[in-house]
């Protein structure tokens, strides 16, 4: 087991973290931006550095600085959380090269994954079902205009290297095609560097559901059935939950049966989440994740199993602790992700947090790396934290995730809390009956 693990991340996943290291006993290292001297990653590790000024490629992207932090601390592993250097292939190289553990999958697992182009073909080649699309990157108007008739509108242009549901745009009809290339190629080499794009079919009412896998490496790997992330705002996630409430026993333990083989064949090491859209009864993949989800802790609540505390064990040579054959969902569980946002323009609200109550309670998690009198930076994203809450049964958890909604108080700055007690109130919701475009119409239909 390792002595010591750096963790490069901020905020309630670096804490998240930290947690785990903690129960198995191994010392932490933060590391933060000036911008973040007072945050509570850094106040409860055992040592800190200082890696930089504000801006994400001076301080938590840039690698010479982690490096040297690695080097000053003796740091024997790095975890990267989620977001910033999570999903990057030289990264984990370097390290290697350090002789410093990466918490995560080999380089080229990263870099295949990395390419969505790649991570379809794949998937093919693994026996998962893919949605249908161009065969690898469209090089041409030509060529776009073909396969979009051949396919039908309406049509999804994706960026090889998308992320964040940036470099993606839809085309309804013919008319639309040739500006929504030419939108998706340059804000994809505006984000990524990269302007390959290719086709998708775009699904008209699927539901967002990923299964949570773990592997050793060694081709043995493992499900931990779903979490339906179905509720989202500009292809982003707001809410998630497990199990899904559109799936039978059944069809899940198919999918699942699924990514777990074609983990095997691909020694897959550690945590990943293999992602679908799902319509009429048909799973479609569309990415895989090489890394922790902000969504993980859903699975952890119907499942029991730590998974920082797995992904740990894994990289330090252990094997998987659990069979498939143990794993067991146990009732159900919803998160609802709590941005510093205006909760109707969505517009981020930085600043002093004045007044902060979390709910507490059977069955209610709070993981958040905030507290009163924390000045939120405007220099990172807005995810202040997240409120799980499980429940024995899908109806026990949205009455106590109600109820722990309406005692949550943020003063000072402006929340997504009010969006969530009022979408609670939505039948739909209620029901569980929502696609991905769901959230959209209703903001829409708001206005
Ligand atoms: P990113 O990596 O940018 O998050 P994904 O490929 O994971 O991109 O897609 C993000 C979201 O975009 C999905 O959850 C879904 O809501 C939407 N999306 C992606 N592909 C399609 C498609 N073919 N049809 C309809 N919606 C899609």
């Known amino acids: 087991m390792f002595d010591k693990v750096l ?13 785990a290291c903690k129960e198995l006993g191994i010392a932490t290292v933060a590391v933060h931006s000036t911008a973040d001297a007072d945050a509570m990653h850094v106040r409860l590790a055992d040592e800190s550095v200082c890696i930089g000024p504000p801006p994400a490629n001076e301080s938590y992207l840039n690698v010479p600085r982690l490096l040297a932090a690695c080097e000053i601390t003796g740091a024997d592993a790095v975890h990267p959380g989620y977001g910033f250097l999570s999903e990057n292939a030289r990264f984990a190289e370097i390290l290697e090269q350090h002789h410093i553990t990466f918490i995560g999958p080999t380089s080229d697992h990263i870099k295949i994954m990395g390419d969505k182009i790649q991570a379809k073909e794949t998937a093919i080649k693994l026996g998962i079902p893919v ?47 040739k500006n929504a290339v030419a939108t998706a190629k340059a804000e994809a080499k505006a984000a990524f560097g990269d302007d390959a794009v290719y086709l998708e079919k775009y699904l008209t009412k699927p539901r967002h559901i990923e299964i949570q896998v773990f592997g050793d490496g060694r081709g043995n790997a493992i499900h931990l059935n779903e979490r339906d992330c179905s509720l989202q705002r500009r292809h982003q996630k707001v809410f998630e939950e497990a199990p899904s409430p559109a799936l039978n ?29 799902y319509e009429d009864g048909e799973f479609y993949f569309i990415e895989m994740n090489t890394r922790l989800q902000v969504e993980h802790p ?34 159900h569980a919803i998160e609802c992700r709590i941005n510093a946002e205006n909760p109707r323009t969505f517009a981020p609200s930085p600043g002093r947090i004045t007044y902060w109550h979390p709910p507490g309670g059977l069955g209610v998690r709070v993981d958040s790396g905030v507290y009163q009198g924390y000045r939120i930076p405007p220099n990172y994203d807005s995810l202040i934290g997240k409120l799980i809450v499980h429940g024995k049964t899908r109806t026990e958890c949205m009455m106590r995730l109600r109820r722990a ?13 009010p969006l969530f007690s009022e979408l609670l109130q939505e039948p739909d919701i209620a029901n569980g009956q929502y696609d991905i475009h769901w959230l959209e119409k209703f903001l829409d239909a708001e206005q």
Request: charged share 25%; aromatic share 2%.
């Open 131 to 177: 949605v249908p699309g161009s065969d690898g990157e469209i090089k041409s108007e030509a060529e776009a205009a073909r396969v979009a008739k051949e396919m039908g509108f309406p049509v999804l242009v994706k960026a090889a290297s998308g992320g964040g549901g940036r470099g993606m745009k839809l085309a309804k009809t013919a008319a639309d095609l």
């Open 298 to 331: 859903v699975t952890e609540m119907i499942t029991g199993i730590d998974l920082v505390i797995e992904q740990i064990r894994i990289a330090s040579g252990a094997p998987l602790s659990v069979r498939q054959e143990d794993i067991e969902i146990n009732g």
């Open 249 to 277: 026993a059944a069809a899940r333990a198919k999918i699942g049966k699924t990514v777990a083989e074609a983990m095997q064949k691909l020694k897959y090491r550690g945590a990943g989440t293999v992602e679908f859209l």
């Open 405 to 417: 909604l309406s005692e949550f108080v943020i003063d000072g700055i402006d929340t997504t809390i």
């Open 7 to 19: 963790i490069a991340n901020r905020g309630e996943i670096a804490l998240r973290i930290q947690r």
